[in-house]
């Protein structure tokens, strides 16, 4: 059974109805049914900054607290969904934060995490306000999953700004309706 892990990236509150979390529900919508969910908002996580240790201790402890949440939700998902405005043409903080912790958990002894990764599809549904100028972050992405690798569904993009704005986006929103169940290994 296919099971979509959402991670939602956005530093706006809690509630405050983000554009790109819009064209994700409006992408979801089209799952069929018994396909698992799972929702979770980066910025309610609380963990310490990744520390690199791959020289020196060379391995980490199994994570705790929330992070171990995170790894957990990760490690349960069929598809990972990395839900993100453009911030600055690249990856919010809270979204950078949780792919640095991906180096630790390659080097959590008996986690397999590179294989495990390797078997999960990463998508890509982001809200900006220039295609052409997110294309670092879409690099970004896509390079991540080749790095596993992992295979990358491409990118949904919309015209995002103030919450709302997304449903003037005629094209994103009808992309959503297959993004996520045709995943074409688009060119990013
Ligand atoms: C800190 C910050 C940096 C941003 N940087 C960019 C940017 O580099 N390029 C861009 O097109 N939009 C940028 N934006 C605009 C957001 O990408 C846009 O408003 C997006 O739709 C917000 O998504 P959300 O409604 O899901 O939070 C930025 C917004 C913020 C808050």
Redesign the pocket.
């Known amino acids: 059974m296919r099971h979509f892990l959402f991670l939602?990236?956005?530093?706006?509150e809690a509630g405050?109805?983000?554009?790109?979390?819009?064209?994700a529900r409006a992408a979801a919508a089209t799952l069929p049914p018994g396909t698992v969910q799972t929702w979770l908002r980066l910025a309610d996580f609380r963990f310490e900054p990744f520390v690199d240790q791959r020289h020196t201790v060379g391995t980490y402890p199994p994570p705790t607290g929330d992070l171990a949440r995170l790894l957990e939700a990760t490690l349960a998902c069929t598809d990972l969904v990395l839900?993100?405005?453009?911030?600055?043409?690249?990856f919010?903080a809270a979204l950078k934060a949780y792919l640095d912790q991906w180096s630790a958990w390659l080097r959590v002894p008996g986690l397999n995490f590179r294989q495990v990764m390797g078997a999960k599809r990463l998508h890509l549904i982001?809200?900006?306000?220039?295609r052409a100028?997110?294309q670092p972050m879409i690099d970004s992405a896509r390079l991540c999953a080749e790095f596993f690798p992992m295979p990358f569904a491409g990118v949904l993009f919309?015209?995002?700004?103030?919450?709302g704005?997304?449903e003037q986006d005629a094209a994103a929103l009808a992309a959503a309706a297959t993004y996520l169940t045709e995943s074409p290994e688009a060119a990013a």
């Open positions: 939602l990236a956005t530093a706006r405050a109805d983000g554009n790109t979390e819009r064209l839900v993100s405005p453009v911030y600055w043409y690249s919010p982001v809200t900006g306000g220039d100028k997110a919309g015209q995002g700004g103030a919450p704005a997304i």
